[in-house]
């Protein structure tokens, strides 16, 4: 990477900080805070994250659906006014009014705009489709350049590639005019952006990567790694999250996001809608997030089911209507509590655990369960990383390798217990339980 993006990482980790310590208390204190009453607000309280949506430029001007927008939402993403057939219709001649409206409007709101997408081998314009080889090589790389350019300093990141690898069990890339200039093109795509926006942050976007065993997902993985080993400047990995229901949300979505968090990347849900908009599921995603430190924001991909790519499936937080969905109120209450609002609370069978948050220290904070349903359990609790474990009551317990996991069995003093935990720098994350297993 350049030392001109070093600084830029660098600076971006400084903000984060100052946001996670401003809302440390409003997090973590409930009882002594007000919880905040919508999505944006309480994202930024959870260590400076964001919750966004995906804007259209002709719906600006809708008043119902700027007042959503205006009041709920603290990022943007353009749904399709960033996209090549977008920005540069005919060879070297760039439109950008569209995408600039988004821009302006969210920038003067003080909203996040994430820029999508740079390389893509889907809604690419004629001239491009109809080129190969160096001549579509050197195009992709005139449009990375002039695109990022042209919004360089007000986008936080970009999409620079997006969906490059195939579906199913193959692992591979996806065969695109893009692919056919060279394995190399990813590469080329994210060393252009860097030269043209070193500030911004540069992901990687696709979907299908949201279960950690699917070879997709580990064919990304791969990639990732390589390019964090070989110094190639990714910054980010974003998982569009469209799940066709409750059956099709991964329960090994959070170990995907912290797998690729440890390779040093941002992690991001991107383009969120979930099939008749379970509460199950969307609060699940929410919490997913929180856990893992390096999640740094969740974007629907739309406002109301009217405004969906998948209306007819119903699959975001407001319906047609403007009114929020009871998914809307499960999303909320994960961010604003640090706990999947299941009803009933998670079981393993034969038992619930309940968590609430408890007293706030300088380096550590307290956080109390309690049980239902028998008196021989075993409770399974996440902590966000990096905190850890100071010490636990009413309880006997045991960590995994990473420390990340506890499992805790009652102690002869009932079934209500605790535990307290080290921040270790991660003010915005709350322990979430896996499971309540009887007997």
Not at 111 to 134: E, I, Y
Not at 150 to 157: N, S, T
Not at 343 to 365: E, N
């Amino acid at each position: 990477m350049t030392s001109q993006r070093t600084k830029a990482v660098r600076a971006g980790l400084m903000v984060c900080a100052i946001a996670a310590l401003g809302g440390a208390y409003a997090i973590l204190a409930p009882g002594t805070a007000t919880a905040a009453s919508t999505l944006g607000a309480s994202a930024a309280e959870r260590g400076g994250r964001y919750f966004g949506t995906a804007v259209a430029a002709s719906k600006l001007s809708q008043s119902a659906y700027t007042t959503i927008l205006n009041a709920e939402f603290n990022q943007v993403t353009p749904e399709n006014e960033m996209k090549i057939n977008a920005t540069e219709p005919n060879q070297n001649q760039f439109t950008y009014g569209p995408a600039d409206q988004i821009v302006s409007y969210a920038r003067a709101r003080g909203m996040r705009v994430k820029g999508h997408t740079l390389a893509w081998h889907s809604q690419q314009p004629g001239w491009m489709q109809n080129l190969s080889g160096s001549a579509l090589r050197q195009a992709m790389i005139n449009h990375i350049t002039q695109v990022a350019t042209h919004f360089r300093g007000q986008v936080f990141a970009w999409d620079v590639v997006n969906e490059a690898f195939a579906d199913g069990t193959s692992g591979g890339r996806r065969d695109s005019n893009l692919q056919r200039t060279g394995n190399d093109w990813i590469e080329v795509a994210f060393r252009t952006a860097d030269a043209a926006d070193p500030n911004a942050k540069l992901c990687y976007n696709d979907y299908n990567t949201d279960n950690w065993t699917a070879a997709k997902t580990q064919a990304v993985f791969r990639m990732v790694q390589d390019f964090r080993n070989r110094g190639v400047p990714i910054d980010c990995v974003g998982f569009q999250a469209h799940f066709t229901g409750g059956s099709s949300y991964p329960s090994n979505f959070r170990t995907t996001l912290s797998s690729f968090a440890a390779l040093g990347v941002d992690v991001q849900v991107t383009e969120l809608d979930i099939t008749n908009a379970p509460t199950g599921p969307y609060a699940s995603v929410a919490n997913d997030c929180l856990a893992v430190s390096r999640c740094t924001g969740i974007t629907t991909w739309g406002i109301r089911d009217s405004d969906s790519w998948r209306s007819g499936e119903n699959p975001l937080l407001f319906n047609g209507s403007g009114a929020k969905k009871p998914a809307y109120t499960a999303v909320l209450n994960a961010l604003n509590n640090g706990q999947t609002p299941t009803t009933p609370p998670p079981t393993g069978g034969g038992c619930t655990a309940t968590m609430s948050p408890g007293t706030v220290f300088g380096d550590r904070y307290n956080t109390s369960v309690s049980v239902t349903g028998t008196n021989n359990w075993t409770v399974v609790v996440v902590l966000p990383s990096p905190q850890r474990i100071q010490s636990v009551w009413n309880a006997t317990w045991s960590a995994d390798g990473s420390g990340l996991v506890i499992t805790a069995r009652p102690n002869g003093n009932g079934n209500n217990w605790g535990f307290t935990t080290f921040f270790n720098g991660n003010t915005g994350g709350r322990p979430t339980i896996r499971s309540c297993t009887a007997g």
